[in-house]
Every structure is written in structure tokens, then in C-alpha cells.
């Protein structure tokens, strides 16, 4: 499966002209490209102030990603502020090629924003199936608990989207590198680049690991595509010759 990654600055709280700015990105990838990665609240920024920006189910970003991807034929993901019902989510979609999309609401909140005071968290995995993967849908903060990450769920990729800081950047590096080896996983993660509305910076860093722990896009701080391409085959042939999954333990997540 070939992959595109969409390291970049985000517009703070303007929807339509980051739309804008990755639709132009996307339109430059080449056809050979299965899925395209964006960063979380690809649309506004890592922001706490939901309710002028919050879209629906059927609100422009949404119908744009599932148009998008149906005139790519490539599948897109990642995490946008959702209204529904009331409450606020940071909810990471992907959009398939045929036009249908499948979401996961962001478990863990980042409680040092405040992020918990303004969304609801989500409450289970999503796994998605496509060409063949098993896809794990995961953002930002989630990367900090390895228990709601762990591969009891036969995936094949940990996909993470961030907004992920400078100040914090060793902390990702490190943790990604131990998901993709504890997992037994490929790992893909996308982190933005700039600096937001409240100051803070960020330095990108988006990756791509192997099963092994070796990267195959190794970090970088430039805004920019990169692309690469993961062999199921390889994963499949790994994990047999090692066995490490096999004795991974049982347990149970309760709220």
C-alpha cells in the first residue's frame, strides 16, 4: 500500500482555507497513492473554542473528504471538530475511495488543555478494513497509553494523527517508536508544523515505522509531502518468524 503523509502549517480557526490548502496538496500526489494523511483538526488547529468552527455529519469538510476521495480513488483521513447531539468530539475520519467513511472519536483528552472540558471523549476502537489492512485509528494524546493502543485486535497499522508540540517533540518520537515494536505494527503519524493561535510550536516529526521499529519516513521539520510504501507481506513474514504477538496477554478495558 503506498502512502502519502501532509506535514503542514494550519490556518487557526478558518475551515475553508485549510480545505483549500490541502485539497492543493492532494491534487499534486500521484495516482499511485492508496492513502493520504492529514493532521488532527486538519480544518482549524488544536483549538478549545468549538462552537464557531464545529461541523456536522453532513457539513461541508465531511461531504468534502468523501468527494474528495471518490475523485482521488484514494482513501483520506483524519480528525476534524464534530457537533453531534449537543456535545463536541475530535473525531478522526477516513474516507474510502467508494465515497463511504467510517470515524473514531478521540479516547484519551488532553487534559493539560483542557481539551476535557469541551469535548467528549470517545469510548471505543474503530478498525478499519481496506485493501487487505486492518487500520487502527488513533489521535494525539492516545499515543501516551499503550493499553488502548495494544494489538489484541489483529490490526496491521497504528495510524496517528497529532497536533503534537515542540516542547514535547522527543516524548512522540520515543512513544511511536515503542507502539510500532510492542505492536508488532506498522506505524504511520502526522504531526503539524507552525505555530497556533495560543504560541505554541510545532515541529512536525510525522513518521513512518516498521514492525521492527525502523523508520521508513524518518523525521523531519519542513512542511512537505512524503511518501512511502508498506509490504503487508513483509509484516506477515516477521511476525510469524518472531512469534511476539503470540504471547502477548489477555486483559479487558473498563470505563
Given at each position: 500500500?503506498?502512502?502519502?503523509?501532509?506535514q503542514?502549517?494550519?490556518?487557526?480557526?478558518?475551515?475553508?482555507?485549510?480545505?483549500n490548502?490541502?485539497?492543493?496538496?492532494?491534487?499534486?500526489?500521484?495516482?499511485?497513492?492508496?492513502?493520504?494523511?492529514?493532521?488532527?483538526?486538519?480544518t482549524?488547529?488544536?483549538?478549545?473554542?468549538?462552537?464557531?468552527?464545529?461541523e456536522?455529519?453532513?457539513?461541508?469538510?465531511?461531504s468534502?473528504?468523501?468527494?474528495?476521495?471518490k475523485?482521488?480513488?484514494?482513501?483520506?483521513?483524519?480528525?476534524i471538530?464534530?457537533?453531534?447531539?449537543?456535545?463536541?468530539?475530535?473525531?478522526?475520519f477516513?474516507?474510502?475511495p467508494?465515497?463511504?467513511?467510517?470515524y473514531y472519536?478521540?479516547?484519551?483528552?488532553?487534559?493539560?488543555?483542557?481539551?476535557?472540558?469541551?469535548?467528549?471523549?470517545?469510548?471505543?476502537?474503530?478498525?478499519?478494513e481496506?485493501?487487505g489492512?486492518?487500520?487502527?485509528?488513533?489521535i494525539?494524546?492516545?499515543?501516551?497509553?499503550?493499553?488502548?493502543?495494544?494489538n489484541?485486535?489483529?490490526?496491521?497499522?497504528?495510524?496517528?494523527v497529532?497536533?503534537?508540540?515542540k516542547i514535547?517533540i522527543?516524548?512522540?518520537?520515543?512513544?511511536?517508536?515503542?507502539?510500532?515494536?510492542?505492536?508488532?505494527?506498522?506505524?504511520?503519524?502526522?504531526?503539524?508544523?507552525?505555530?497556533?493561535q495560543?504560541?505554541?510550536?510545532?515541529?512536525?516529526?510525522s513518521?513512518?515505522?516498521?514492525?521492527?521499529?525502523?523508520?521508513?519516513?524518518?523525521?523531519?521539520?519542513?512542511?512537505?509531502?512524503?511518501?512511502?510504501?508498506?509490504?503487508h507481506?513483509?509484516?506477515?513474514?516477521?511476525?510469524?518468524k518472531?512469534?511476539?504477538?503470540?504471547d502477548?496477554?489477555?486483559?479487558?478495558?473498563?470505563?
Amino acid at each position: 500500500m503506498q502512502v502519502a503523509l501532509i506535514q503542514a502549517p494550519l490556518i487557526w480557526e478558518r475551515p475553508e482555507l485549510n480545505r483549500n490548502y490541502f485539497e492543493s496538496k492532494i491534487n499534486l500526489i500521484s495516482s499511485d497513492v492508496n492513502l493520504i494523511v492529514l493532521p488532527e483538526m486538519f480544518t482549524t488547529g488544536f483549538t478549545m473554542n468549538p462552537i464557531p468552527v464545529a461541523e456536522s455529519m453532513k457539513g461541508e469538510t465531511v461531504s468534502w473528504l468523501v468527494n474528495l476521495a471518490k475523485a482521488t480513488k484514494t482513501a483520506i483521513t483524519g480528525s476534524i471538530v464534530i457537533k453531534e447531539h449537543s456535545n463536541f468530539y475530535n473525531r478522526m475520519f477516513f474516507a474510502f475511495p467508494s465515497g463511504a467513511i467510517q470515524y473514531y472519536d478521540k479516547r484519551h483528552l488532553f487534559t493539560l488543555a483542557g481539551e476535557h472540558k469541551h469535548y467528549n471523549a470517545g469510548t471505543t476502537k474503530t478498525m478499519v478494513e481496506y485493501l487487505g489492512w486492518r487500520i487502527c485509528l488513533l489521535i494525539c494524546y492516545d499515543l501516551r497509553f499503550p493499553v488502548f493502543s495494544r494489538n489484541n485486535a489483529d490490526y496491521d497499522l497504528l495510524l496517528y494523527v497529532a497536533n503534537w508540540p515542540k516542547i514535547r517533540i522527543n516524548a512522540w518520537d520515543s512513544l511511536l517508536k515503542a507502539r510500532a515494536i510492542e505492536n508488532m505494527s506498522y506505524v504511520i503519524a502526522v504531526n503539524r508544523i507552525g505555530e497556533d493561535q495560543n504560541g505554541h510550536s510545532y515541529v512536525g516529526h510525522s513518521q513512518v515505522i516498521d514492525c521492527m521499529g525502523d523508520y521508513l519516513i524518518a523525521p523531519e521539520e519542513c512542511e512537505a509531502v512524503f511518501t512511502t510504501t508498506l509490504d503487508h507481506s513483509i509484516l506477515l513474514k516477521t511476525r510469524k518468524k518472531f512469534g511476539f504477538l503470540d504471547d502477548k496477554d489477555n486483559f479487558e478495558i473498563k470505563d
